[in-house]
């Protein structure tokens, strides 16, 4: 069919289909190929067991009125079954049933998707299963698919779903299923247009290779269109903005831990006479459950690249954030984790969702997890500004120190540090982006620009606005004005400081340990137990008292209360570990060693080049049988202690 000229320009504008697409599109086929095929074993094992759960529990007792959904969940096992066997078939018969690589991966997502959009239709007023498909429909934007492959799947998953509600009509009259319906339709617009950036930054990535010059030579001709096209333009910042918004979210409720936001992008635009902003800074916080223990969980993220092309890492990064979040809230098994893992995996899935964008997207953040009940911070700091702890009307720098270059850097394979800091009541904890010390002081009439180089500078404006959020973007404008995104989380502890601590009992006691005598010093402390309460530093010095005496058991117990009490305290955390141990030796009792081994890596979290701990971890691992987990602590251990006794005395016993 032809088209007037006009209709066909306006098309390729729309669907961004340029010539080079067109040239090079056998070249980039091969390598979405390329991309899929690495994706074949892992998928298929993940797709065999994903559903199972569903298939033969948790749809039973949602929807016993909907036996057929067994079939649709154990389909899936099977069609990932069956290329699992085509794929080992393929790898030692040397057959072509693998083909060239997204063949699978269209299959998967084809009866993945549809099924789940069909059954999904038919008993749409759940909101449980609503938002499974939000999690199908978000995981397919990082695929390796062309675009039309893409918005084809997602535009027949509509219908499938369409379809299924017209024919089996669910009660969608209700509010919980009106939000549900709106959550579906938003995460569809996400969807489409996540899919949109995300390819065309892997087009790029890929057209670099071949046409650098080319490129160039492109853009420099596509300057004199910029004008013309300003208004389209703002019109794609007005729609990646509405993306945006719902992802900068703060989902808390109100407690001792209270967080607040404060956001000014630097690209402003008009768009149908209202003024937008938009840009590569991101801010999210919400209510957390980890081991029973409720937290506050939160992010600053910093996107390379101006207005579009940050806010395109900024929606990626929310976007898969957000999915840890609600995995998180979902699943038994990622809610069961210390906040350290959780911070550790949480930066490991956003570090790999960035490496595949091959450094052409980096982001520098703060990954972040608060105790509601005893203020203690745990966080990962991404190559972004030194957090800020505000006290006593002082502000000053925690921790100036990072470990870990941006999102994205591929090819570095450090250790993760967890930093931990204890708040105490009314303290009040700084995080924001590099806009916030990147002021233009000055500008001369060629318009070079005076910037901010003071990192101090904040710290005084933080102490001028007594550290309320609200004042301090005041404070620096009246300094400078931004250069950049300005974004800024203020984390405040507010909950009322404790009186349990008795100093006069805890001086008597810890007196008469001095002088050995630790069966008198533990009296003390049953004397007074019922009329007042012990604090973290008692249960410390009990739990000492207990080891001395020889009651390892009841030692275990009272540093497990002062760890409760004080998340924070290092030095306990490897104490409670080594006594796990100790204890074990005595009662040989696995369960023991299962929690030295938790509290153990929680501490190297924290610490990863702590030879003590290394070995001590190393040695629980030897005792449950992990013998190759033991042999690679160990090699960590000896590149840092190589004359280490200790570490020959495992070999042996490993040997």
Same mark, same amino acid.
């Given at each position: 069919?032809?088209?007037?000229?006009?209709?066909?320009?306006?098309?390729?504008?729309?669907?961004? +289909?340029?010539?080079?697409?067109?040239?090079?599109?056998?070249?980039?086929?091969?390598?979405?190929?390329?991309?899929?095929?690495?994706?074949?074993?892992?998928?298929?094992?993940?797709?065999?067991?994903?559903?199972?759960?569903?298939?033969?529990?948790?749809?039973?007792?949602?929807?016993?009125?909907?036996?057929?959904?067994?079939?649709?969940?154990?389909?899936?096992?099977?069609?990932?079954?069956?290329?699992?066997?085509?794929?080992?078939?393929?790898?030692?018969?040397?057959?072509?049933?693998?083909?060239?690589?997204?063949?699978?991966?269209?299959?998967?997502?084809?009866?993945?998707?549809?099924?789940?959009?069909?059954?999904?239709?038919?008993?749409?007023?759940?909101?449980?299963?609503?938002?499974?498909?939000?999690?199908?429909?978000?995981?397919?934007?990082?695929?390796?698919?062309?675009?039309?492959?893409?918005?084809?799947?997602?535009?027949?998953?509509?219908?499938?779903?369409?379809?299924?509600?017209?024919?089996?009509?669910? @009660?969608?009259?209700?509010?919980?299923?009106?939000?549900?319906?709106?959550?579906?339709? +938003?995460?569809?617009?996400?969807?489409?247009?996540?899919?949109?950036?995300?390819?065309?930054?892997?087009?790029? @990535?890929?057209?670099?290779?071949?046409?650098?010059?080319?490129?160039?030579?492109?853009?420099?001709?596509?300057?004199?269109?910029?004008?013309?096209?300003?208004?389209?333009?703002?019109?794609?910042?007005?729609?990646?903005?509405?993306?945006?918004?719902?992802?900068?979210?703060?989902?808390?409720?109100?407690?001792?831990?209270?967080?607040?936001?404060?956001?000014?992008?630097?690209?402003?635009?008009?768009?149908?006479?209202?003024?937008?902003?938009?840009?590569?800074?991101?801010?999210?916080?919400?209510?957390?459950?980890?081991?029973?223990?409720?937290?506050?969980?939160?992010?600053?993220?910093?996107?390379?690249?101006?207005?579009?092309?940050?806010?395109?890492?900024?929606?990626?990064?929310?976007?898969?954030?957000?999915?840890?979040?609600?995995?998180?809230?979902?699943?038994?098994?990622?809610?069961?984790?210390?906040?350290?893992?959780?911070?550790?995996?949480?930066?490991?899935?956003?570090?790999?969702?960035?490496?595949?964008?091959?450094?052409?997207?980096?982001?520098?953040?703060?990954?972040?997890?608060?105790?509601?009940?005893?203020?203690?911070?745990?966080?990962?700091?991404?190559?972004?500004?030194?957090?800020?702890?505000?006290?006593?009307?002082?502000?000053?720098? +925690?921790?100036?120190?990072?470990?870990?270059?941006?999102?994205?850097?591929?090819?570095?394979?450090?250790?993760?540090?967890?930093?931990?800091?204890?708040?105490?009541?009314?303290?009040?904890?700084?995080?924001?982006?590099?806009?916030?010390?990147?002021?233009?002081?000055?500008?001369?009439?060629?318009?070079?620009?005076?910037?901010?180089?003071?990192?101090?500078?904040?710290?005084?404006?933080?102490?001028?606005?007594?550290?309320?959020?609200?004042?301090?973007?005041?404070?620096?404008?009246?300094?400078?004005?931004?250069?950049?995104?300005?974004?800024?989380?203020?984390?405040?502890?507010?909950?009322?400081?404790?009186?349990?601590?008795?100093?006069?009992?805890?001086?008597?006691?810890?007196?008469?340990?001095?002088?050995?005598?630790?069966?008198?010093?533990?009296?003390?402390?049953?004397?007074?137990?019922?009329?007042?309460?012990?604090?973290?530093?008692?249960?410390?010095? +009990?739990?000492?008292?207990?080891?001395?005496?020889?009651?390892?058991?009841?030692?275990?117990?009272?540093?497990?209360?002062?760890?409760?009490?004080?998340?924070?305290?290092?030095?306990?955390?490897?104490?409670?570990?080594?006594?796990?141990?100790?204890?074990?030796?005595?009662?040989?009792?696995?369960?023991?060693?299962?929690?030295?081994?938790?509290?153990?890596?929680?501490?190297?979290?924290?610490?990863?080049?702590?030879?003590?701990?290394?070995?001590?971890?190393?040695?629980?691992?030897?005792?449950?049988?992990?013998?190759?987990?033991?042999?690679?602590?160990?090699?960590?251990?000896?590149?840092?202690?190589?004359?280490?006794?200790?570490?020959?005395?495992?070999?042996?016993?490993?040997?």
């Amino acid at each position: 069919m032809n088209f007037p000229t006009s209709i066909r320009r306006y098309l390729r504008l729309i669907f961004d +289909i340029q010539e080079d697409r067109i040239r090079y599109s056998k070249e980039y086929l091969d390598d979405l190929h390329r991309q899929a095929r690495f994706l074949h074993y892992p998928g298929s094992i993940l797709g065999i067991f994903v559903w199972l759960g569903f298939a033969l529990d948790t749809d039973r007792k949602l929807h016993p009125e909907f036996p057929e959904l067994f079939y649709f969940r154990i389909g899936l096992s099977l069609i990932c079954t069956l290329f699992l066997a085509l794929l080992l078939i393929d790898r030692f018969q040397g057959t072509k049933f693998r083909g060239k690589g997204l063949e699978w991966a269209y299959l998967l997502f084809l009866y993945l998707l549809n099924a789940t959009a069909f059954f999904t239709g038919r008993i749409a007023d759940d909101p449980n299963y609503v938002s499974g498909l939000q999690i199908v429909i978000m995981s397919m934007v990082f695929m390796p698919f062309p675009r039309r492959a893409l918005f084809s799947l997602y535009s027949l998953s509509i219908f499938f779903f369409l379809t299924s509600v017209l024919i089996y009509r669910p @009660n969608l009259s209700t509010s919980q299923a009106s939000y549900s319906m709106q959550n579906l339709a +938003i995460s569809y617009i996400l969807a489409f247009f996540s899919g949109f950036i995300v390819e065309r930054y892997r087009f790029s @990535n890929f057209l670099s290779h071949y046409k650098i010059l080319e490129k160039n030579r492109e853009i420099s001709e596509n300057m004199e269109q910029i004008q013309s096209l300003k208004e389209k333009q703002d019109g794609d910042y007005f729609l990646t903005s509405l993306l945006l918004d719902p992802l900068i979210a703060k989902k808390t409720e109100d407690g001792p831990v209270r967080i607040e936001f404060a956001l000014n992008q630097y690209k402003k635009f008009v768009f149908r006479d209202k003024e937008y902003e938009l840009g590569g800074d991101y801010l999210s916080a919400y209510d957390l459950v980890l081991q029973g223990k409720k937290f506050k969980a939160f992010i600053n993220g910093d996107a390379m690249g101006k207005s579009i092309q940050g806010a395109g890492g900024a929606l990626v990064l929310g976007a898969v954030y957000n999915s840890v979040i609600i995995r998180s809230k979902m699943d038994p098994d990622s809610s069961n984790r210390s906040p350290e893992r959780w911070l550790k995996d949480c930066f490991t899935d956003l570090q790999k969702v960035f490496e595949t964008f091959d450094g052409s997207m980096l982001v520098s953040a703060v990954l972040g997890l608060v105790d509601e009940e005893t203020g203690t911070l745990y966080y990962l700091n991404v190559e972004h500004p030194w957090l800020v702890l505000y006290r006593d009307g002082v502000a000053s720098f +925690i921790d100036p120190e990072t470990h870990f270059y941006k999102l994205g850097v591929g090819g570095v394979n450090g250790p993760i540090y967890v930093r931990v800091f204890s708040m105490k009541p009314g303290d009040k904890v700084f995080c924001g982006s590099d806009g916030k010390d990147d002021l233009v002081l000055d500008e001369d009439s060629t318009g070079k620009r005076t910037i901010n180089e003071d990192e101090n500078e904040f710290l005084r404006r933080v102490e001028d606005a007594s550290g309320r959020l609200s004042e301090i973007e005041d404070r620096l404008l009246s300094v400078g004005r931004f250069s950049d995104d300005y974004s800024l989380l203020s984390i405040e502890f507010g909950k009322k400081e404790s009186n349990l601590f008795d100093s006069e009992r805890f001086s008597r006691a810890k007196k008469t340990a001095l002088s050995k005598n630790f069966e008198s010093a533990l009296r003390i402390y049953e004397e007074t137990k019922r009329t007042r309460p012990y604090s973290s530093e008692d249960w410390k010095l +009990i739990a000492r008292l207990e080891d001395k005496i020889g009651d390892w058991e009841a030692a275990l117990r009272s540093a497990l209360l002062a760890l409760d009490a004080d998340p924070g305290d290092h030095e306990l955390l490897l104490y409670t570990s080594l006594l796990t141990k100790r204890i074990y030796s005595k009662t040989k009792e696995v369960s023991l060693l299962k929690r030295g081994e938790e509290l153990s890596e929680k501490f190297r979290l924290r610490f990863p080049d702590h030879v003590k701990n290394l070995i001590h971890l190393a040695d629980l691992y030897r005792l449950q049988g992990n013998r190759n987990r033991a042999q690679y602590l160990l090699k960590k251990t000896e590149e840092l202690d190589p004359g280490n006794e200790r570490i020959r005395e495992l070999r042996r016993l490993l040997s």
